[in-house]
């Protein structure tokens, strides 16, 4: 598939409808930070969250793994909370389990790794966020709110 066939309304808003599994890799135990309140956000919606972080054991009320080989159910969603250089392996465990959508989170981009996936069968969204894009194309924007002022790119 090529980067325009994904990242459409009507590309995401099937991927969200039809994808209800989600393995949130770089999910952080801090209740402040932009994967948890995406975590947070698609859980309270009806998602099956599974965290992926290798220094916990247990991220909103979920059994946490280190990584997505280690995950002993089907993932249909990979949702990426990683840098950019990070992402290439993340696609690759990916690939072994069967995932069926790389999902890269704002300001994660990996052209490389894009390809890689789409050479393989999956769908990839790169540089979207699974929140924004769940609440803009199914009107719960509202919902936990998009800008709170909790979450900022500034060092406190």
Not at 5 to 11: A, C, G, L, Y
Not at 49 to 72: A, F, M, R, T
Not at 123 to 135: A, F, P, Y
Request: hydrophobic share 40%; proline share 4%; net charge positive.
């Amino acid at each position: 598939m090529a980067e325009s066939d994904t990242q459409d309304n009507n590309s995401l808003r099937r991927i969200l409808k039809e994808y209800k599994t989600i393995a949130v890799v770089g999910l952080s135990s801090n209740w402040n930070r932009p994967s948890r309140f995406a975590a947070k956000y698609m859980k309270g919606h009806g998602y099956n969250i599974i965290p992926v972080n290798p220094s916990q054991n247990e991220i909103l009320g979920e059994i946490c793994y280190p990584s997505l080989l280690d995950i002993p159910e089907p993932v249909d969603i990979v949702d990426i909370f990683r840098r950019a250089q990070d992402v290439l392996p993340i696609v690759e465990d990916a690939i072994t389990i069967g995932a069926k959508v790389i999902w890269m989170q704002l300001g994660v981009i990996n052209q490389e790794a894009a390809d890689r996936a789409r050479q393989s069968g999956l769908q990839v969204v790169m540089d979207r966020c699974v929140k924004i894009e769940h609440g803009r194309l199914f009107g719960g924007i509202n919902y936990l709110g998009v800008n709170r002022r909790l979450i900022s790119s500034k060092k406190l």
